[in-house]
């Protein structure tokens, strides 16, 4: 079976970077449980179900779509599969998982409509007014400056194209977060959470407008509390021979103080919109 068409991006300006690790790459065993945990390419929570939710009421069968961050490739082909959208562009900065979503691309025989490039973080290596819908999720947490984010996806969305997508949030001055925020910092990792306010003046500040929001904390706090249940039952053989005692021990700590934070909503969870105006 064919590849799908795989490009190598040449943009080079790291702006708007955020360390995941010094070079913004996930750890090859991290993704393997991540995706154990949420489901066969997926690194976010909810799986295709999730997608179509965020999608609800838009019409994919004519448009050409930018999966931003697409990961494993999981969103780009329930797009494809479920939502029947024209042509999926997947884009990431990371050729680890890219090659994952490319063997998940040919698996479902999608290779004709999508297309996946990898390049760095900073200006996407598209042209202006290339995409109708643009998809990001849980992405943005990973970069510092958002405004330049949202700049450039206004750029690349035609006009009156669309952004939707699902992020991490947090409640600012909460102490329902700290556990969670200590436990990123003691292992080395610097998110960059912000909060509903500032995540919709960054938006706004980029030339995006009707940016709208929906709490979706009820359903992460669950999807969270039967990921703990699962690493605690069904998946627990499994994340011990991949991980050792001690790292099995790392991840579900990972996993329970994300729950707590989750459910004392120190931590959110939120679907958002936004569009380009039809002037530029
Ligand atoms: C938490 S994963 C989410 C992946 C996918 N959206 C999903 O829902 O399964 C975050 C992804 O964003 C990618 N990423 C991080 N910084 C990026 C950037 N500046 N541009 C594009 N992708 C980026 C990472 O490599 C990773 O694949």
């Not at 939710?53 to 969103?75: E, K, M, Y």
């Not at 643009?134 to 690349?156: D, G, K, W």
């Amino acid at each position: 079976m064919a590849a799908a068409c795989r490009v190598q991006s040449t943009s080079s300006n790291t702006r708007y970077v955020g360390p995941m690790s010094a070079e913004n790459r996930y750890d090859r065993s991290n993704v393997d449980n991540m995706e154990m945990l949420y489901g066969r390419g997926f690194l976010s929570g909810g799986g295709a179900d999730e997608v179509a939710l965020i999608f609800d009421g838009i019409d994919l069968r004519d448009a050409d779509v930018l999966d931003l961050g697409c990961g494993l490739g999981g969103a780009t082909v329930a797009m494809l599969t479920r939502l029947d959208a024209k042509h999926v562009t997947g884009f990431d900065v990371d050729a680890g998982n890219l090659e994952r979503a490319e063997e998940l691309v040919a698996e479902t025989g999608m290779q004709s409509r999508a297309t996946l490039v990898e390049g760095t973080a900073g200006p996407l290596p598209f042209e202006t007014d290339s995409f109708d819908c643009v998809y990001v999720n849980a992405v943005s947490c990973h970069l510092e400056a958002l405004a330049e984010f949202f700049a450039e996806i206004r750029r690349v969305l035609r006009p009156e194209g669309v952004l939707v997508g699902s992020e991490w949030l947090v409640r600012e001055d909460n102490a329902a977060f700290q556990g969670w925020d200590d436990l990123l910092r003691e292992r080395g990792l610097s998110f960059h959470f912000v909060d509903k306010a500032t995540f919709v003046a960054a938006a706004e500040e980029a030339g995006l407008i009707d940016v709208s929001l929906v709490d979706r904390t009820a359903a992460f706090t669950e999807f969270s509390r039967e990921s703990l249940e699962c690493t605690d039952t069904e998946l627990r053989e499994a994340l011990l021979d991949s991980l050792g005692e001690v790292g099995f021990d790392a991840f579900r700590k990972w996993c329970e103080v994300r729950y707590v934070a989750l459910r004392d909503r120190g931590l959110l969870q939120s679907h958002f919109r936004a569009c380009k105006p039809n002037h530029q």
